[in-house]
């Protein structure tokens, strides 16, 4: 059985116009606070997100939900952070994809950084995949899926989305 892509594209075309409007209200939010990943290993965790990619460490303390676990912090750019909490004890298992869970995280930053972080990522061994000469994807220690992107905010592949 096979995959019916010209309804698919017909359903996508259908929900596009029904929902998206001619004229954009403002959104209720102010930004993305941060989103909270899961780390295995807080120091290893650290060192991939700090010194390979060069986003800062902003904050490290204890989670107020899990006596014993570090909720940290990480500056992504434009008043945005990346988090991370760690559970010990609670014997996590390994990152899975699932319905409702993370995809991957795009994280945009300049030509230039692009073409050092790719060069950072290749003389660590870090397995990495670029497409369209824009993105480059990969995981973190713990499988998390993250895509580096050398498009401006609120642009993909020459596209305005926002």
Known sequence: MGI????IEARREGIKERHLLPRRPPSSARGLHH?????????????????????????IFENRDYQGSSHFFFDIGNGNLLAFFD??????????????????IAISVDPATW?????????????????????????????????L???HLGEMYGSRVL
Request: net charge negative.
């Open 4 to 7: 019916d892509y010209a309804a």
């Open 35 to 59: 989103v909270a990943l899961l780390s295995s290993d807080v120091e290893r965790t650290i060192k991939f997100y700090q010194e390979l990619l060069e986003f800062p460490l902003t904050e």
């Open 87 to 104: 559970f010990p004890g609670l014997d996590l298992g390994p990152y899975r994809e699932v319905l409702g869970g993370l995809h991957h």
């Open 115 to 147: 073409e050092r972080l790719r060069g950072k990522l290749e003389v660590a061994g870090v397995p990495h995949q670029i497409e369209s000469g824009a993105s480059i994807y990969f995981r973190d220690p713990d499988g998390a899926r993250l895509e």
């Open 149 to 151: 992107l050398a498009d």
